[in-house]
């Protein structure tokens, strides 16, 4: 079973760029399939972006495509997921998330307990 530690999150103003972490522990981290998910306040939790295991593959939601960008290092056991341009509709918790299997943009098993993005204007 993975352990998931997300970092980065905090205030920024809008047209801003942040970048968050994700440490996995206690698996091998090359067999997850990694996404981010975030969740605005009286939303329903939304996928953001997910990797593959390589990371030869990528997906993105269509609201932060061309502004975020998602990315591993399997050495590091690490996903990170650069967030440029942010606007105020970004401003939500935002969670790391595992699965393993075959890559799949839901039904993620393994969740980190979210780090907080605001977006000022």
């Known amino acids: 079973q993975v352990q998931l530690v997300e970092s980065g999150g905090g205030l920024v103003q809008a047209g801003g760029s942040l970048r968050l972490s994700c440490a996995a522990a206690g698996s091998t981290f090359s067999n997850y399939v990694m996404g981010w998910f975030r969740q605005a306040p009286g939303k329903e939790r939304e996928f953001v972006a997910g990797?593959?295991?390589?990371?030869?593959?990528?997906d993105y939601a269509d609201s932060v495509k061309g502004r975020f960008t998602i990315s591993r290092d399997n050495t590091k056991d690490t996903v990170y997921l650069q967030m440029n341009s942010l606007n105020p509709e970004d401003t939500a918790v935002y969670y790391c998330a595992a699965r393993r299997g075959l890559y799949a943009t839901s039904n993620y098993n393994y969740w980190g307990q979210g780090t907080q993005v605001t977006v000022s204007s």
């Open positions: 990797i593959s295991w390589s990371g030869g593959r990528t």
